[in-house]
């Protein structure tokens, strides 16, 4: 087969008349629309209003109203000059306002630039074989063409729409385009038609491509979703809280799902969905705190602000027309809201440094910078929160093969012909027969795909290309010294008869050839164990065939297989089969076909452990990570290896378990799943070998769902194959493997290991860490500021009637503790020290104790600084005092020292805030961080300006070189200070609370339906009363339809039964909602022994039980999949869920 030749003139004829294999992405948002995004935040808003009306006022001129009349707090203006310059803090107060916004813009603009340069690369790695000029080659998706002949195989994820032309026991989920769960049957002859966006199962195939791009399925759908979901958005951004907007801003783009065709409109499709669609990863144990700690201090800050605008009207109603006894004259109306505008601004002022909403930006910018940091570090990150997940993680489950092993396999023992060869044997040294059928059966019965290339460099190793266990075997027949090609030349792949391809149920994979006299011969490989279960005769040393009794197998497991499993080799037993001309064989009964075979010989597959590997684990155990290996390897492999890698250590009192031994010890007698079965095995548990998929999925929610441990765990998983989807979507963050790794594989997870190693694993838990410790310190430094400028402005205006500082200086301090601050704190880079504590776990409160005694430690030194300098300020330094000025004085050196003092004790208090749990030394690592150095002078170098030069605008007058230097030296103590606080044992200080502690959602019953309610955030919730009644009433019909289709299902239960119960059928309700149950949702695949997957414990309604056949057709109701969490299900934010009948 040759294909098309590649020719660029014709390729570009067919991109010009077919069209590109691309979708074109969505327009990004403008600069403009960004800032009018920003522009949204209230508290901007309320300062907009009042600086808008204090500029009115200030240019309103009250008609002949006798200044002396208005009161003496009115009066006293310096001169005419002075009180024209009323505009001036109207003006400043928006210039501030519009450089907090373009800076919140910018920020937002430039991480939508870094998230499509993400998407573009993760769309460059995404390659697909085809055939062009004879030649298998890999192109990147984009660049298929109509008429390219497409090699597809398990594990694909389909790229165009085509034609199939030759396949081999092919099996296509179409579940994200029909809804359908079962695997449909491809061929030639039946049904060829292979649709893009859908994932190959079983098998392998060629397809001739008919259609790319937006002429493709998935194109269409697209195209026909552009405009709906366009008013989806805005019906969306107008029933969003505020704090849920500065939280959308730091989640915006953050989930990037890999789309079949990866549009960008699909990725944010399918980022609204995955948000919407899954409870588990719907916020960030992370964000939840933040959330909530937000809200809290948010309220603290309104009601303080509300008390102050109360307390300074009160006190100036009372002053004016009580104490002094005057009339409200009309005339002085305008001077009295001018007063009153001026104790707004200064509530506003006291509100806007309460609410941190330099919160999301310190999310998003140290998750932003980690995930431009961890791309170095071979982790590619389509989740954002996964990334801080990482850093709580308590577990990993870890595949063996390429992740704790190089995947680089070699055969290095050998039993044929009645001999156990301890290294490759000399060809002469069996019969010639026997050399035959091996080297046919390894040659045949592997993918045609699956090569050993000559070595790219001299002296290097020859490249292995495919499945590396099949490279292993092609090897060992290059080692006897034979020629694996020209026997595939002379068979090519379409002329064999039947192939039953691998996969984790068969653990086999058998090919049938259909001989010339109208015979059949079956070859067969395979997991040692079971293809010897299979086989009833062996070849011995003459040749001849003979008799395998079950006392020989017995032998041969005890005396060949296990020794060699014991050294950590995979055994991989190969056998053949030949039948009659006229034997009558029904080849789609695949056990009497693969039964009564001969064995050939047994070999044992060396997959070394990457050096690296023992000294990761031990990293992770002194950090408190447990590692636990899940492998479909023989037990005493997987004993060997995890031996090697320090998974288990001798005389440690660990279990290791094959996958039937677990499954029989977590199930009752019913067959179902306990959750006290799991706890008893999961701790103790270090090594599942013989697993299937289900297995592992199985473990993975035992582990996150138990309440054995004072702790929840966090749980990450390793996965490679199709099958592993289930397990990495319900893990807390699945990895998939870059190389190795199906696309499949690729799209249920959260972090790719662009080198399938494990090391990179450990790099993801310490940049995790570390973005935990960016979100402490900068709350650590950013509370204290908030604190103490709140009790200063407070305060100062209840006592002097004036906030001491004025809006605009509380804006710049504000801009540097919010966006400098963040920057500053939330790219510092992490150090191998992080590996050294336990995780923090999800109940661990976002400020600890320790965090505590620094904020409150620093409050009272500033505290202390600022209300000395300002009622004392004018005697020490012998200036004019500031207090009780009149309207529009100018700014007094006194109050510009306050200031000036207090935005350096900032400064310095920025270096304490690098440490939180309770270091001496601050400045360790200081000049690793370039930015943190850059942003702490550049402040200075800005307050040296504003100062100097800042005049009325900034409310401040020019310091001498003397004041100057008390101010810094002021600043400085903070240093030493922090040293006094850090001598402090936080055990004595009991009275201390901790602060931002994680949802304690875990509490709550999992069947109860107030789950739904709890899944929306704390601030969300107020404010949805009307929508959740309205999602309760839907709720009920949902159930009521579901028992209908549980009844009507359980009638047909004889007549049909689905392959595969990979998905469940769900509504899809309201675009902001989804209607969750309880943990059934999770899909189990089929396990390869026949047990049945029951429902968990949890669930106590009867209707998935009953529910056998779970097929939405058979009901007539058209029920929408959920494909998010189906196991094997495509794009989890499938065009077709909208389209699907919404409810």
């Known amino acids: 087969m040759l294909g098309l030749s590649g020719n660029p003139a014709d390729l570009e004829r067919r991109h010009h008349v077919f069209g590109e294999n691309f979708i074109p992405p969505k327009k990004a948002k403008t600069f403009i629309q960004l800032v009018w995004e920003a522009l949204q935040d209230v508290t901007l808003i309320i300062l907009e209003i009042a600086a808008i009306i204090s500029l009115g006022l200030s240019f309103y001129k009250p008609p002949g109203g006798d200044n002396e009349v208005c009161g003496t707090a009115a009066g006293s203006v310096e001169d005419e000059g002075e009180s024209e310059a009323g505009w001036i803090e109207g003006v400043a107060i928006l210039v501030s306002v519009i450089c907090v916004v373009l800076v919140t813009a910018f920020n937002d603009w430039s991480k939508e630039k870094q998230f499509r340069g993400l998407q573009n690369r993760i769309e460059q790695e995404q390659k697909f074989t085809v055939i062009r000029g004879g030649q298998v080659i890999q192109i990147p998706v984009a660049e298929l063409v109509v008429g390219d002949i497409a090699q597809v195989k398990y594990g694909d994820l389909l790229p165009a729409d085509g034609v199939l032309i030759h396949g081999n026991d092919l099996k296509i989920d179409e579940s994200s385009l029909t809804g359908e769960s079962d695997h449909v049957k491809k061929g030639p002859e039946r049904d060829p038609l292979l649709l893009s966006g859908t ?102 800050g309104l009601v303080m ?94 595949d063996k093969t390429g992740t704790l092993t190089m995947n680089r396999m070699t055969v290095v023992q050998a039993y044929v012909a009645d001999r156990h060869y301890k290294m490759i044997p000399d060809p002469e040294s069996f019969p010639e027969n026997i050399m035959d059928k091996l080297v046919a059966g390894v040659a045949v019965n592997s993918a045609y795909t699956t090569k050993i290339l000559p070595p790219e460099k001299e002296g290097g190793l020859p490249r292995h290309v495919g499945n590396k266990t099949e490279c292993a075997l092609l090897g060992f027949v290059m080692a006897l010294k034979r020629d694996y090609q020209a026997i595939r030349n002379e068979i090519p792949e379409e ?59 017995d032998d041969l497991i005890k005396k060949v297989i296990e020794p060699m499993a014991s050294e950590g080799l995979r055994t991989i037993c190969l056998a053949f089969r030949e039948f009659e001309v006229d034997s009558d064989v029904d080849w789609d009964n695949e056990n009497d076909v693969l039964s009564d075979l001969t064995c050939i010989a047994v070999v044992g597959i060396e997959d070394p452990v990457r050096p690296e590997v023992p000294d990761a684990i031990k990293k992770c155990q002194r950090a408190g990570i447990t590692v636990r290996m899940v492998t479909g390897d023989n037990i005493n492999t997987a004993r060997a290896i995890a031996t090697k890698c320090g998974i ?108 399938d190693n494990f090391t990179s694993i450990v790099k993801a838990v310490m940049w995790g860490r570390n973005v935990y410790d960016s979100i402490s310190k900068f709350l650590q430094f950013q509370l204290t500021v908030n604190v103490v400028a709140v009790i200063v402005a407070f305060t100062g205006a209840c006592i002097t009637q004036d906030s001491p500082l004025k809006a605009v200086q509380m804006l710049w301090v504000n801009l540097i503790m919010d966006t400098f601050a963040s920057l500053a704190l939330a790219t510092e880079p992490p150090t191998e020290a992080l590996l ?226 990979s998905s469940i059928h769900n509504f899809m309700t309201h675009p902001e909602f989804r209607i969750e149950d309880s943990d059934t949702h999770i899909p189990l695949i089929d396990e390869s022994e026949g047990d049945e997957e029951a429902p968990t414990k949890h669930d106590t309604s009867p209707r998935l039980s009953l529910n056998e056949n779970n097929n939405a057709v058979d009901s007539g109701i058209h029920l929408t999949t959920n494909t998010s969490k189906s196991a094997t299900s495509s794009t989890p934010g499938s065009p077709l869920h909208s389209l699907e009948t919404s409810l």
């Open 199 to 300: 994932h190959v199962m079983e098998g392998s195939g060629r397809m001739i491509v008919t259609a790319v791009g937006v002429n493709s399925q998935t194109g269409i759908i697209f195209t026909l979703l552009g405009s709906g979901e366009e008013e989806e958005k805005k019906n969306k951004k107008q029933d969003g809280a505020v704090e849920n907007r500065n939280k959308a801003k730091a989640q915006d783009g953050a989930a990037m799902e890999m789309q079949p065709l990866k549009s960008d409109e699909a990725a944010e499709d399918a980022s609204e969905k995955k948000k919407t669609n899954v409870p588990k990863k719907e916020k960030s144990v992370l964000q939840g705190k933040l959330t909530k700690l937000a809200v809290q201090i948010g309220k603290a």
């Open 648 to 755: 288990l250590q001798a005389g440690d009192d660990f279990l290791c378990l094959e996958g039937k031994q677990f499954n029989k010890r977590i199930r009752n007698a019913k067959g179902e799943i306990e959750q006290e079965r799991i706890d008893k095995i999961w701790p103790r548990l270090r090594v599942l070998a013989r697993s299937s998929p289900t297995d592992k999925h199985t473990l993975v929610k035992g582990i996150i769902d138990s309440t054995v441990l004072e702790r929840k765990q966090v749980v990450a998983v390793t996965g490679d194959g199709t099958n592993d989807g289930p397990a990495l979507k319900k893990a807390d963050v699945g990895f998939a493997m870059g190389i190795a790794g199906t696309d499949v594989a690729k799209e249920a997870s959260d972090i790719i290991l662009t080198d």
């Open 495 to 553: 002329k064999l008869f039947k192939v039953y391809t691998f996969n984790s149920a068969r653990k086999s994979m058998s090919t049938v050839l259909k001989n010339p006299d109208g015979s059949f011969q079956m070859f067969s490989k395979g997991a040692s164990e079971i293809v010897l279960k299979k086989c009833s005769k062996i070849l011995n040393a003459k040749g001849e065939t003979k008799d395998l009794k079950i006392r020989d197998r």
């Open 305 to 398: 602000s509300a008390v102050t605008v109360i307390i300074l009207v009160l006190y100036f109603v009372i002053d004016t027309f009580w104490v002094q006894q005057r009339p409200w004259l009309t005339e002085c109306t305008p001077i009295y809201i001018q007063y009153f505008v001026k104790f707004f601004i200064v509530g506003v002022t006291v509100l806007v440094v309460a609410v941190p909403e330099g919160l999301p930006l310190a999310v998003t910018i140290s998750l932003a910078y980690s995930v431009k940091k961890m791309m170095k570090d071979n982790n590619l990150v389509r989740h954002l929160d996964a990334c801080e997940t990482m850093g709580n993680a308590t577990a990993i489950c870890s």
């Open 836 to 1061: 050294l504590r336990k995780p923090y776990g999800r109940n661990k409160p976002l400020i600890s104790r320790t965090m505590m005694k620094n904020i409150l430690g620093h409050a009272v030194y500033q505290l202390i600084v600022v209300f000395t300098l300002l009622f004392a300020g004018e005697k020490i330094f012998d200036i004019d005092s500031g207090r009780n000025a009149p309207l529009h004085a100018p700014p007094s050196e006194h109050y510009t020292i306050v200031f000036n003092t207090f935005v350096m004790m900032q400064l310095f208090n920025e270096v304490n805030a690098r440490k939180i749990h309770g270091e001496r030394n601050v400045f360790d690592g200081i000049f690793n961080n370039i930015i943190f150095c850059s942003i702490v002078l550049g402040t200075f170098i800005i307050q040296i300006i504003i100062v100097q030069f800042g005049g009325k605008p900034f409310s401040c007058t020019k310091l001498t070189a003397d004041q100057w230097l008390w101010c810094v030296f002021l600043g400085m103590g903070t240093l030493i200070w922090g040293q006094v606080i850090a001598t402090i044992p936080t055990s004595h200080l009991t009275f201390l609370k901790e602060a931002g502690l994680g949802t304690q959602k875990e509490e709550i019953p999992e069947d109860e339906l107030e789950e739904d309610i709890e899944e929306i955030d704390h601030a969300e919730r107020e404010l949805r009363h009307g929508q959740i009644l309205w999602f309760r009433g839907l709720n009920r019909i949902q159930t009521q339809l579901r028992v209908v289709n549980a009844f009507r299902s359980s009638l047909y239960e004889g007549l049909e039964k689905p392959e595969s119960r």
